[in-house]
């Protein structure tokens, strides 16, 4: 018994081990994962191109490699393209972070997520096109990727994660998939070159600074499924910017309330036709003394009169479903 027992020991030993170990093939770092697979751990700086291979051989044991660790080939500023096997399954966060000689990448359809920043600052990038494996793309995967001028995002996607594309200042096109309920704080932040947007039926909520500075974006909808608009989320895009998308002191878009000027006035009427008043519209509109909302308005927004400190009246309309937080009311 004793003998079976120290066996077993030995062979789980061994085994951790295997799992803590790194070894080094060509410019390729890999670290062993399990008994059959290893990822990859690091790349030689200097390197240009890379083949990452389906499988290797350490110690007489032959390894699949199935996965890109965490910030594998970060600040491989020398790297001009790589080959990613559909042994791949995983490409860990940061993956490819400041690679900023990449011209192109080639992600394999065994790939769900782009996981967090993981194409950060990847500036020579000019096209990207996710296969149709993808489901989630996560916080800032492509953040800063400054001279990419077309992202594909396939229709299996189902989350994008808050600043994925910001400051993508090339960015001309991207679809956003139906089946999207949020479009995340900051996601198209900077984008100045995005001229047009569709948004889908399936979105419920447009965050904060969702399309901030979008300074070419003229174009775009809000379909009725929208019950929710944060602080400045159109905010200096094209529409914003053209005077004459204002009604006197407010801006109204797809009978939503996305801006208002402090006036001079201290009363105020929100149009009849508006159903929805975004985030922090009166916000600090300190001459504000009354407000009379419409029958038709049904969602009013967080913050939208937090500061109006002369405020002593509101009259609301008899449809409203949702009030916000830090409202006056």
Same mark, same amino acid.
């Given at each position: 018994? &004793? ?5 077993? *020991? ?16 060509? !410019? ?8 059959? =697979? ?13 083949? +990452? ?20 080939? =970060? ?6 393209? *790589? ?6 399954? =995983? ?34 990038? &000019? ?16 953040? !800063? ?9 396939? @229709?299996?996607? *189902? ?15 991207? @679809? ?22 569709? +948004? ?8 904060? *600074? ?55 006035? =201290? ?24 407000? !009379? ?32 937080? &830090?409202?006056?009311?």
């Amino acid at each position: 018994m &004793k003998i079976i027992i120290l066996s077993i *020991v030995a062979v789980v030993c061994v085994n951790i081990g295997l799992a803590q170990e790194r070894f080094t093939i060509g !410019d390729l770092t890999y670290k062993v994962k399990n008994n059959a =697979e290893v990822k990859v751990y690091k790349c030689n700086k200097s390197a240009t191109e890379v083949d +990452i291979p389906t499988s290797v051989r350490y110690k007489l044991r032959k390894y699949d490699v199935t996965s890109i660790g965490l910030g594998a080939f =970060e600040n491989c500023t020398d790297l001009l393209s *790589v080959a990613i096997p559909n042994s791949i399954n =995983e490409i860990e966060a940061c993956a490819f972070s400041y690679c900023i000689g990449l011209t192109s990448i080639d992600i394999p359809n065994t790939i769900s997520t782009i996981e967090t920043y993981t194409f950060r600052a990847c500036t020579a990038l &000019k096209e990207i096109n996710l296969p149709n494996s993808v489901t989630h793309i996560k916080q800032g995967a492509f953040f !800063d990727c400054i001279n990419t001028v077309s992202i594909t995002v396939p @229709n299996s996607v *189902v989350s994008i994660g808050s600043s994925a594309f910001d400051n993508c200042s090339s960015l001309v096109s991207i @679809n956003i998939p139906e089946g999207i309920d949020t479009i995340e704080y900051s996601v198209f932040n900077n984008c100045r070159s995005l001229t047009s947007i569709t +948004i889908p039926n399936s979105v419920t909520y447009i965050s904060t *600074v969702a399309f901030y500075k979008c300074t070419s974006l003229a174009s775009f909808t809000i379909p009725q499924s929208v019950r929710g608009i944060g602080c400045d989320a159109f905010s200096y895009t094209a529409f914003y910017n053209d005077s004459s998308n204002w009604n006197g002191h407010v801006l109204c878009k797809d009978n939503c309330l996305l801006g208002a000027r402090c006036m001079n006035g =201290e009363y105020f009427i929100i149009p009849d036709d508006i159903r929805l008043i975004a985030d922090n519209v009166f916000f600090l509109c300190q001459t504000l003394k009354s407000i !009379d909302i419409s029958n038709n308005v049904t969602y009013v927004g967080n913050n939208v009169f937090y500061g109006c400190e002369r405020l002593e009246s509101v009259s609301l309309g008899n449809r409203l479903e949702n009030i916000g937080k &830090k409202n006056v009311l």
